[in-house]
């Protein structure tokens, strides 16, 4: 199979080529990416949702992210990184129906399947407020573990230190399509979170605030 492509760009983010993914990671090649954060309003409160990652995952397995997020293939705009949202969450959505938050560089490094990677971004986020149950959502299997939701407030909090665990909500992936999917129950800690900046998450967690 052949291996997806990624546009690369130089320290004043023009374009200067077309590298394989494998590359990308290995070399550290600055490429863009597309962040979408959903919240929605219920009777106890805004509320925001995190997408837990497949286990199968090279990076981050199992952990608490962005609730859809991914890679701008070659060629791609922003624009066309939409989709994502789509399908991982089986959500269709339109660019216009979402508040642009501006950008943010990040930069991390680890080991995936054995091989060292080090992965540099300037991710385009976007907050999107979605009054729908999670119910409402069908999920992506191959990607997307599941699908959690917790008070907007809370995770503020958890991420100013002023507390150590919150409750959530979410459904997984796997569930028989004809059956309304089972909720389950949890209690988040700030471990279980995919390590962006603090500072990166807290800014994207106000801004929600505001939508």
């Not at 997020?69 to 339109?94: C, F, K, N, Y």
């Amino acid at each position: 199979m052949s291996q997806e492509l990624f546009d690369i760009y130089d320290e004043h983010d023009q374009k200067i080529g077309t590298v394989p993914r494998d590359e990308v990671h290995a070399k550290g090649y600055l490429h863009h990416s597309f962040h979408c954060w959903i919240a929605r309003d219920t009777p106890e409160g805004r509320k925001i949702l995190f997408q837990k990652r497949q286990d199968s995952k090279d990076t981050f397995p199992g952990l608490y992210d962005i609730t859809a997020a991914g890679h701008l293939s070659a060629g791609e705009t922003v624009e066309d990184a939409v989709r994502e949202v789509e399908e991982e969450l089986g959500i269709p959505v339109r660019m216009d129906q979402l508040t642009s938050f501006g950008t943010i560089d990040y930069y991390a490094t680890g080991t995936a399947g054995g091989k060292a990677f080090i992965d540099r971004e300037k991710c385009f986020v976007f907050g999107y407020l979605l009054n729908l149950p999670l119910t409402d959502y069908r999920l992506q299997q191959e990607e997307v573990a599941g699908l959690y939701e917790t008070g907007l407030n809370d995770v503020i909090a958890l991420f100013e230190g002023t507390q150590s665990t919150i409750s959530a909500s979410g459904i997984h992936s796997g569930q028989e399509s004809n059956d309304e999917p089972q909720i389950f129950d949890t209690t988040l800690s700030l471990q279980q979170f995919v390590p962006h900046k603090s500072d990166d998450y807290l800014n994207v967690f106000k801004k929600l605030k505001k939508l």
